[in-house]
């Protein structure tokens, strides 16, 4: 691959992109398409035969057509070669275990662009915690991406408006400049933690409204959904030091109406079933993709123990998945909990 700029943006035109589902496999197109080559890792040898024979992922985005500057590779160490740039796409579950297996191929000094959106289970960890553990001394810039973007509508050229965070403005700015299209427009920031937890904990909400719907409860419960479970994640996020103006972003707000309205999320989809009395095994068990909100709903219930925070629906959504409570029992739950202020 070239190693020479392209675009006059001053970076070179090689990324390597770790995880292969809907989300790595659009970003990797989107990208494809502006010029630059992709070293795309994939996990699962059936996959990895799609995309390099059929230049289709039939599994995670069928349909759609891979370009041939998109170069598929089922070795860390290939798809890392020396590479600047490094764009993580894995579920939570995973990220530490492929973070390990990928540090003796990592470039001093690279950055690495976290899309996970998730919380470790054993370690309450975002990811960014995760890198920092893992990679230890090891010299690197890091950003997270986060934000309502659905693969398939963005894959389709639908405008859509994210985030990217780090710390460093000018990490942001490059990463900004490397993401951006006509139709994906990224906004920088500097709250990477917010991000992250916005990007997490909007899953858990995404389950509730989905059990809502599923209950066929209307409208005006949903919203009601939606804008309590806002108000748990700031409250939660504020306990954790983040600033809470981020949550009112495209991070926070922006993915939690998204991933509170449409079955094209997961995550409602596997609320949606639960509200229609289908158990979670049995919906998992049919789903090839991760809903990323089972796992982290464990994280949220654990973090507001931990931080002695109130979240009442993170704590039914919990009850749900975990102990076998009824969706109908955890509505009463909510409803007879004792009068308040909106604001306290």
Not at 248 to 274: A, E, F, H, K, W
Request: charged letters at 20%.
């Amino acid at each position: 691959m070239s190693k020479k700029t392209i675009l006059g943006l001053g970076i070179r035109n090689s990324i390597a992109i770790i995880g292969a589902g809907s989300w790595g496999t659009a970003l990797a197109c989107i990208l494809a398409e502006k010029g630059l080559f992709i070293s795309l890792w994939v996990h699962g040898r059936q996959t990895y035969q799609f995309i390099k024979e059929k230049r289709e992922n039939v599994y995670y985005l069928p349909g759609i057509n891979i370009p041939e500057n998109v170069f598929p590779t089922d070795s860390l160490a290939e798809a890392l070669n020396e590479q600047d740039y490094i764009i993580v796409v894995l579920p939570s579950h995973a990220f530490r275990e492929i973070l390990k297996r990928a540090r003796p191929y990592l470039k001093q000094g690279c950055l690495i662009i976290s899309a996970t959106k998730g919380i470790e289970n054993e370690t309450l960890f975002t990811m960014s915690a995760v890198v920092k553990e893992v990679l230890g001394n090891f010299s690197y810039n890091y950003a997270v991406l986060s934000g309502p973007s659905f693969a398939k509508e963005v894959i389709k050229k639908m405008p859509t408006a994210i985030t990217v965070a780090s710390k460093d403005l000018k990490i942001a700015k490059m990463a900004q400049k490397i993401l951006s299209t006509p139709y994906f427009r990224i906004y920088t920031h500097h709250d990477v933690f917010g991000v992250e937890l916005g990007g997490a904990l909007k899953n858990v909400m995404a389950i509730a409204a989905g059990v809502s719907d599923g209950l066929d409860l209307g409208h005006n419960a949903r919203a009601a959904l939606i804008t309590r479970g806002l108000a748990e994640i700031m409250r939660l996020g504020k306990a954790m030091g983040t600033d809470t103006f981020t949550f009112s972003g495209l991070s926070g707000l922006g993915d939690l109406i998204l991933s509170c309205t449409s079955p094209l999320s997961r995550n409602y989809t596997v609320g949606y079933r639960l509200g229609k009395g289908e158990t979670l095994e049995k919906i998992l068990s049919s789903m090839k993709m991760v809903a990323e909100g089972v796992k982290t709903t464990k994280a949220a219930y654990k973090l507001s123990l931990r931080y002695k925070i109130e979240m009442p629906v993170t704590k039914e959504v919990y009850a749900i998945l975990y102990k076998n409570k009824q969706p109908y029992e955890a509505l009463d739950t909510l409803l007879s909990r004792k009068l308040r202020t909106e604001f306290s």
